[in-house]
Antibody
Framework: EVQLVESGGALVQPGGSLRLSCAASGFTFDDYAMHWVRQVPGKGLEWVSGVSWDLSGKEYGASVKGRFSISRDNAKNSLFLQMSSLRPEDTALYYC?????????????????WGQGILVSVSS | SYVLTQPPSVSVAPGQTAQITCGGNNIGDKSVHWYQQKPGQAPVLVVYDDSDRPSGIPERFSGSNSGLTATLTISRVEAGDEADYFCQVWDSTKDQYVFGTGTGVTVL
């Protein structure tokens, strides 16, 4: 059974930094691209970032580009999101998601498994 | 940036058919994925690559995509289908995924 468990969420002040982690199990982690998607409670989904199986591709949404950095450790079946220069509008539930494709920029890379999400709050 | 437009809500009686549209510029040239999200739960993939279903998703869920509109069709709607539905595509001009605005399906 595929499992994705996010951790690292917290209340942080504007301008601060935070690192999210996602522990994966139940599948061959280094065969697939992985993504982060966020959602303000009661609102829609916003794609944040994706990384290819071999880290050859890393893509970011316009609202986080230059502030967030995605990475993965295939030896530890883990996905990470380093967030810096955080803003109140970054407040959201952050989901880790597995793609069906190997490359994060694959248009056919639907997200077939999702974690339960972790809350990030940015406020003074 | 690429915009995907969905109706905010769709209402349907049990046993009837619900159609959820996702509009975008030349969306027919893209692969469209659909997700179902029930309150307090993570999204679930229900249709990928326009019209394919993941294992475990009922045949009642189907998709199509042509021209300016992609459509998710739910046949023989059940109370358990009540949820928010989001479409998604890859915007190759910006190298980013885009989600639709979301449609809330209410089963009357």
């Amino acid at each position: 059974e595929v499992q994705l468990v996010e951790s690292g969420g917290a209340l942080v002040q504007p301008g601060g930094s935070l690192r999210l982690s996602c522990a994966a199990s139940g599948f061959t982690f280094d065969d697939y691209a992985m993504h982060w998607v966020r959602q303000v409670p009661g609102k829609g989904l916003e794609w944040v970032s994706g990384v290819s199986w071999d880290l050859s591709g890393k893509e970011y949404g316009a609202s986080v580009k230059g502030r967030f950095s995605i990475s993965r450790d295939n030896a530890k079946n883990s996905l990470f999101l380093q967030m810096s220069s955080l803003r109140p509008e970054d407040t959201a539930l952050y989901y880790c998601a597995k793609a069906v494709a190997r490359y994060s920029y694959d248009p056919r890379g639907a997200l077939d498994h999702w974690g339960q999400g972790i809350l990030v709050s940015v406020s003074s | 940036s690429y915009v995907l437009t969905q109706p905010p809500s769709v209402s349907v009686a049990p046993g009837q058919t619900a159609q959820i549209t996702c509009g975008g510029n030349n969306i027919g040239d893209k692969s469209v994925h659909w997700y179902q999200q029930k309150p307090g739960q993570a999204p679930v993939l229900v249709v990928y690559d326009d019209s394919d279903r993941p294992s475990g998703i009922p045949e009642r869920f189907s998709g199509s995509n042509s021209g300016l509109t992609a459509t998710l069709t739910i046949s023989r709607v059940e109370a358990g289908d009540e949820a928010d539905y989001f479409c998604q595509v890859w915007d190759s001009t910006k190298d980013q995924y885009v989600f639709g605005t979301g449609t809330g399906v209410t089963v009357l």
